[in-house]
C-alpha cells in the first residue's frame, strides 16, 4: 500500500491565507510514499491507495449480500496452473436482511487476469524515476492484456434458495459438487450443486447483477440434531463423505456416508470443551483423528476410535480461540487465531496427554490487534500461511524466514530504496493486503499456486501477490 493526499486542493487551502505567492495552478504533485504497518500513522488529509506493481493479479467482485464463508471448489482444468487467464469456481453462502432472502452461490469467475512480475526490475536505464509516469502504467496495462487476458474478469452465477444465514460452507475434497451448510437456524445440510457447476462450466455468458434466478432445491441431507447454530464444519481429506460438525453448545457430531447418497450422524456428540466449538481441522495423515477449538481457550485432539472424550486437550490462547488451521505439507504444524489478535503455530509431536504444561508452541504473533477471523496453510509451500484479521487486513507469513542484514543491505542496494522496517516488524510478515472491510475469511487456491481468495461484508478479492513465490531475487535476475 501507498500513501497520498487524497484531495491536494483542499490540502492546499490549509495554506497560511497571508502566502499569495501561490495559486491553485502551481498546486505541486504529492508523492506516494510506501506505508510501513505499525510504523506510519495516515494524516488528516492522507489516505491508503493500492500498489498494482505489488501483486500478479488483483480483482474485486460480489454477489449481492455480504458472504461470511464460501469455499472453492476444486475443478478438471488442471492440477497445477499458473498461466493466465484463470478460471475459478466457489460455492458461497449469504448474510442477507431476511431469512427468506438468502441464497447459496455457486460461481464462476473466469478471464481473471493478472501479469508476473519480477521482484526486483532487471534493467534499469537513465532518467528512470521511482515513481511510474502514466504512459509507463498504460504500457503496462497493455502488456497484461498480452500476457494474462483483458482486465476484466467475467462472473457467472446461479443461486439455490436457503430460509436463514448461512455460518459457514465446505465444498467435499474427493468430490466437490457435494457441500454441506450450517445454517444459522441450528441444521446442517447436506447439497449436490453438480447440475449448477456443469451449467455453469458449459456456459461462457456473463449473467447481469441481479438477473440470476433463485432454484429451487432440496437437499441431500438435513441434520437437526444439533442442540444450536454453530460454525464448526469439516470435510476429511482422507475418506470420501466423513465429516465433523461442531455447535456452539460444546459438542462435536461425527457423520459417516452410507449407500444412497445419505449419512449415519452419531447421536452422541464428542464432548469436552466447556463453551462453543468454534472450528474443527481433521488430520491429513490420520482417518480417524481431528482437531477442534473453543470458546474456552482450548484446542482439543480427539481420535475418534478411543471414545467421545479429547485424547489431548490444552490452553491455547488467553481469548478465544476462533479458527485453527492443519498443514497438509508438514502434518505436525497446527496454527490457531484468538480473539485477541494473536496467532499461534504448534508442532503437534511436542504435546503430550500426561503433561499439563505445553510445550509445543513454536511460534506466536502479536502482529494483529484485533480478533483473527480466518487462517490457513498454503497447500503448495509448507512454511506459508494466511491471516485475516477484523482490523480489515489479510497478511501472508514465511515461517522460514529469518532476518538477514546483509540480505536486507543487499535488497536496498538493488532497489535504490532506503526500507526502514520497524524493529518489532516481524522478518516473516511477507505481505499486508488491505481494502476490504470486515474480513471473514480466506481460502487459498489449491490448483493455482500463489492465489487467495477472501470475502469480507463488502464483497470478494481474488489476489496474486508477485512476491510470495521468492524473497529475494536469485542472481541474474
Given at each position: 500500500?501507498?500513501?497520498?493526499?487524497?484531495?491536494?486542493?483542499?490540502?492546499k487551502?490549509?495554506?497560511?491565507?497571508?502566502?499569495?505567492?501561490?495559486?491553485?495552478?502551481?498546486?505541486?504533485?504529492?508523492?506516494?510514499?510506501?506505508?510501513?504497518?505499525?510504523?506510519?500513522?495516515?494524516?488528516?488529509e492522507?489516505?491508503?491507495?493500492?500498489?498494482?506493481t505489488?501483486?500478479?493479479?488483483?480483482?474485486?467482485?460480489?454477489?449481492?449480500?455480504?458472504?461470511?464463508?464460501?469455499?472453492?471448489?476444486?475443478?478438471?482444468?488442471?492440477?497445477?496452473?499458473?498461466?493466465f487467464?484463470?478460471?475459478?469456481?466457489?460455492v458461497?453462502?449469504?448474510?442477507?436482511?431476511?431469512?427468506?432472502?438468502?441464497?447459496i452461490?455457486?460461481?464462476?469467475?473466469?478471464?481473471?487476469?493478472?501479469?508476473?512480475?519480477?521482484?526486483?526490475?532487471?534493467?534499469?536505464?537513465?532518467?528512470?524515476?521511482?515513481?511510474?509516469?502514466?504512459?509507463?502504467?498504460?504500457?503496462?496495462?497493455?502488456?497484461?492484456?498480452?500476457?494474462g487476458?483483458?482486465?476484466?474478469?467475467?462472473?457467472?452465477?446461479?443461486?439455490?434458495?436457503?430460509?436463514?444465514?448461512?455460518?459457514?460452507?465446505?465444498a467435499?475434497?474427493?468430490?466437490?459438487?457435494?457441500c454441506?451448510?450450517?445454517?444459522?437456524?441450528?441444521?446442517?445440510?447436506?447439497?449436490?450443486?453438480?447440475?449448477h457447476?456443469?451449467?455453469?462450466?458449459?456456459?461462457?455468458?456473463?449473467?447481469?447483477?441481479?438477473?440470476?434466478?433463485?432454484?429451487?432445491?432440496?437437499?441431500?441431507?438435513?441434520?437437526?440434531?444439533?442442540?444450536?447454530?454453530?460454525?464448526?464444519?469439516?470435510?476429511?481429506p482422507?475418506?470420501?463423505?466423513?465429516?465433523?460438525?461442531?455447535?456452539?453448545k460444546?459438542?462435536?457430531?461425527?457423520?459417516?456416508?452410507?449407500?444412497?447418497?445419505?449419512?449415519?450422524?452419531?447421536?452422541?456428540?464428542?464432548?469436552?470443551?466447556?463453551?462453543?466449538?468454534?472450528?474443527?481441522q481433521?488430520?491429513?495423515?490420520?482417518?480417524?483423528?481431528?482437531?477442534s477449538?473453543?470458546?474456552?481457550?482450548?484446542?482439543?485432539?480427539w481420535?475418534?476410535?478411543?471414545?467421545?472424550?479429547?485424547?489431548?486437550?490444552?490452553?491455547?490462547?488467553n481469548?478465544?480461540?476462533?479458527?485453527?488451521?492443519?498443514?497438509?505439507?508438514?502434518?505436525?504444524?497446527l496454527?490457531?487465531?484468538?480473539d485477541?489478535?494473536?496467532?499461534?503455530?504448534?508442532?503437534?509431536?511436542?504435546?503430550?496427554?500426561?503433561?499439563?504444561?505445553?510445550?509445543?508452541?513454536?511460534?506466536?504473533?502479536?502482529?494483529?490487534?484485533?480478533?483473527?477471523?480466518?487462517?490457513?496453510?498454503?497447500?503448495?509451500?509448507?512454511?506459508?500461511?494466511?491471516?485475516?484479521?477484523?482490523?480489515?487486513?489479510?497478511?501472508?507469513?514465511?515461517?522460514?524466514?529469518?532476518k538477514?542484514?546483509?540480505?536486507?543491505?543487499?535488497?536496498?542496494?538493488?532497489?535504490?530504496?532506503?526500507?526502514?522496517?520497524?524493529?518489532?516488524?516481524?522478518?516473516?510478515?511477507?505481505?499486508?493486503?488491505?481494502?476490504?472491510?470486515?474480513?471473514?475469511?480466506?481460502?487459498?487456491?489449491?490448483q493455482?499456486?500463489?492465489?487467495?481468495?477472501?470475502?469480507?461484508?463488502?464483497?470478494?478479492?481474488?489476489?496474486?501477490?508477485?512476491?510470495?513465490q521468492?524473497?529475494?531475487?536469485?542472481?541474474?535476475?
Amino acid at each position: 500500500m501507498v500513501r497520498s493526499i487524497k484531495n491536494p486542493k483542499k490540502a492546499k487551502r490549509k495554506n497560511k491565507k497571508g502566502d499569495e505567492s501561490s495559486s491553485s495552478s502551481s498546486i505541486p504533485s504529492m508523492p506516494t510514499k510506501v506505508w510501513q504497518p505499525g510504523v506510519d500513522k495516515l494524516g488528516e488529509e492522507e489516505e491508503l491507495e493500492c500498489d498494482p506493481t505489488a501483486y500478479n493479479s488483483l480483482h474485486a467482485f460480489h454477489i449481492g449480500w455480504p458472504c461470511l464463508s464460501f469455499d472453492v471448489v476444486r475443478d478438471s482444468l488442471g492440477l497445477l496452473r499458473t498461466d493466465f487467464p484463470h478460471t475459478v469456481y466457489f460455492v458461497a453462502g449469504t448474510q442477507a436482511e431476511k431469512p427468506d432472502w438468502n441464497s447459496i452461490g455457486i460461481f464462476k469467475v473466469s478471464n481473471v487476469s493478472g501479469k508476473q512480475r519480477e521482484l526486483v526490475p532487471s534493467k534499469t536505464t537513465a532518467g528512470d524515476s521511482d515513481m511510474d509516469t502514466d504512459n509507463s502504467d498504460s504500457d503496462e496495462d497493455s502488456e497484461d492484456e498480452e500476457e494474462g487476458g483483458s482486465a476484466t474478469p467475467v462472473l457467472q452465477l446461479r443461486k439455490v434458495a436457503h430460509r436463514g444465514c448461512i455460518n459457514r460452507i465446505r465444498a467435499m475434497t474427493q468430490n466437490p459438487h457435494i457441500c454441506a451448510s450450517w445454517s444459522d437456524a441450528g441444521y446442517v445440510q447436506i447439497w449436490d450443486f453438480s447440475t449448477h457447476l456443469n451449467a455453469l462450466a458449459e456456459s461462457e455468458t456473463e449473467v447481469p447483477r441481479g438477473a440470476s434466478s433463485v432454484f429451487n432445491q432440496a437437499p441431500l441431507f438435513n441434520f437437526k440434531g444439533h442442540k444450536d447454530e454453530g460454525y464448526a464444519i469439516d470435510w476429511s481429506p482422507r475418506v470420501a463423505g466423513r465429516l465433523v460438525t461442531g455447535d456452539c453448545k460444546n459438542c462435536i457430531h461425527l457423520w459417516e456416508p452410507t449407500s444412497g447418497a445419505t449419512w449415519n450422524v452419531d447421536a452422541t456428540p464428542f464432548t469436552g470443551h466447556t463453551a462453543s466449538v468454534e472450528d474443527l481441522q481433521w488430520s491429513s495423515t490420520e482417518d480417524h483423528v481431528f482437531a477442534s477449538c473453543s470458546v474456552d481457550g482450548h484446542i482439543a485432539i480427539w481420535d475418534a476410535r478411543l471414545g467421545k472424550s479429547p485424547a489431548i486437550y490444552f490452553k491455547a490462547h488467553n481469548a478465544d480461540v476462533n479458527v485453527i488451521s492443519w498443514n497438509r505439507l508438514a502434518s505436525v504444524m497446527l496454527a490457531s487465531g484468538s480473539d485477541d489478535g494473536t496467532f499461534s503455530i504448534r508442532d503437534l509431536r511436542l504435546l503430550s496427554p500426561k503433561s499439563e504444561e505445553d510445550k509445543s508452541l513454536v511460534a506466536h504473533f502479536q502482529y494483529h490487534k484485533h480478533p483473527i477471523t480466518s487462517i490457513e496453510w498454503s497447500p503448495h509451500e509448507a512454511s506459508t500461511l494466511a491471516v485475516s484479521s477484523s482490523d480489515n487486513q489479510l497478511t501472508i507469513w514465511d515461517l522460514s524466514l529469518e532476518k538477514d542484514e546483509e540480505e536486507e543491505a543487499e535488497f536496498k542496494a538493488k532497489t535504490k530504496e532506503q526500507v526502514n522496517a520497524p524493529a518489532d516488524l516481524p522478518p516473516q510478515l511477507l505481505f499486508v493486503h488491505q481494502g476490504q472491510k470486515d474480513l471473514k475469511e480466506l481460502h487459498w487456491h489449491a490448483q493455482i499456486p500463489g492465489m487467495i481468495v477472501s470475502t469480507a461484508s463488502d464483497g470478494f478479492n481474488i489476489l496474486m501477490p508477485s512476491n510470495i513465490q521468492s524473497t529475494l531475487p536469485s542472481e541474474g535476475v
